[in-house]
Each structure stands twice: as C-alpha cells, then as structure tokens.
C-alpha cells in the first residue's frame, strides 16, 4: 500500500492529502483532531509538503495532542516557511503527553532553503527525542514532576 513509509494507513491522515486532492487543509486539521480527541489514532504523521497546515492548524492540533492518549509515533516532514512556527506548539503538546515514544523528524538530510528552517527543524529534533526519552522511561511521573515544577517556579 502507498503513503507515507512507516505509517499505517489506517492512522496516518498524510495519507488522506495524498489520495484525496479535494480534502482541503481545515478538513485535513479536523480528521487530525477528531482523532486526537477521540483517541482513535496511533501514529500522527504531519507531512507539511503536502498541505498548508501553519501555525492556526498546528495550535489546534497541538491543542488535541496534549491530552492524547493513544499516540506513541510521531513523524514529521516537509518543514517549510509555514511549518516551522509550528514546530514550537507540536513540542509544546508533546511535553505534555505522555505517550509519545517515538519521534521520527524526516528531511533533516535536506538542505533547507533558509538556515532558521533548519535551526527550528533541529531545535523541535532535540526537544523531541529528550521528551520520547523521558516518556520511555516512565512519563506519567517524569511530566507530573515537570508541571509541578512549572507551576511552584
């Protein structure tokens, strides 16, 4: 089956983009965050060359994820101009949540057409794997730990 290498078909709504050309970005952020809410997805692949998500759409999508409980992979590529302010907001979510154990960051072999792309590529590439740690090794008491500690500070 085709799609996006490494993401279930059933899961992965990069894969709707690409088998459905009248699917427009809000009605692609929707699925995302039907899913989200209703926890009904387990990998969430954002493959921002296909579709305009930006910032609104990775705000409202991060929104969903924070509370998720059923994704553990996360894959992200074609990071753009339009994809990388939402980087922050994706990392935002995934700090916490806490079953996300694996991030894949694609493209990163990639030259990017301006270096503060890259450096936001990079940036979400290191938060994310301290975060898929942190969850591999006990999340629920490592995130408790660190928004207690957000709201004493």
Same mark, same amino acid.
């Given at each position: 089956?085709?799609?996006?290498a490494g993401c279930e078909a059933t899961v992965s709504?990069?894969? &709707?983009?690409?088998?459905?050309?009248?699917?427009?970005?809000?009605? @692609?952020?929707?699925?995302?965050?039907?899913?989200?809410?209703?926890?009904?997805?387990?990998?969430?692949? @954002?493959?921002?060359s296909c579709k305009n998500i930006g910032l609104e759409?990775?705000?409202?999508?991060?929104?969903?994820?924070?509370?998720?409980?059923? &994704?553990?992979?996360?894959?992200?590529?074609?990071?753009?101009?339009?994809?990388?302010?939402?980087?922050?907001?994706?990392?935002?979510?995934? %700090?916490?949540?806490?079953? &996300?154990? &694996?991030?894949?960051?694609?493209?990163?072999?990639?030259?990017?057409?301006?270096?503060?792309?890259?450096?936001?590529?990079?940036?979400?590439?290191?938060? =994310?794997?301290?975060?898929?740690?942190?969850?591999? %090794?006990?999340?629920? =008491?490592?995130?408790?730990?660190?928004?207690?500690?957000?709201?004493?500070?």
């Amino acid at each position: 089956q085709g799609g996006v290498a490494g993401c279930e078909a059933t899961v992965s709504l990069a894969l &709707v983009v690409e088998t459905s050309s009248t699917m427009t970005s809000d009605d @692609l952020t929707d699925e995302i965050v039907a899913g989200l809410r209703d926890n009904s997805l387990t990998t969430l692949c @954002l493959d921002y060359s296909c579709k305009n998500i930006g910032l609104e759409r990775a705000e409202a999508i991060a929104s969903a994820l924070e509370s998720n409980a059923s &994704v553990t992979k996360i894959e992200l590529s074609g990071w753009n101009s339009q994809g990388s302010p939402g980087l922050q907001k994706i990392a935002e979510a995934m %700090e916490k949540n806490v079953t &996300v154990t &694996v991030c894949e960051v694609l493209g990163l072999d990639k030259p990017y057409k301006e270096p503060k792309y890259r450096k936001a590529v990079e940036t979400f590439a290191k938060e =994310a794997a301290r975060i898929v740690q942190r969850n591999s %090794e006990g999340g629920a =008491a490592s995130a408790s730990s660190a928004a207690a500690g957000e709201t004493s500070g």
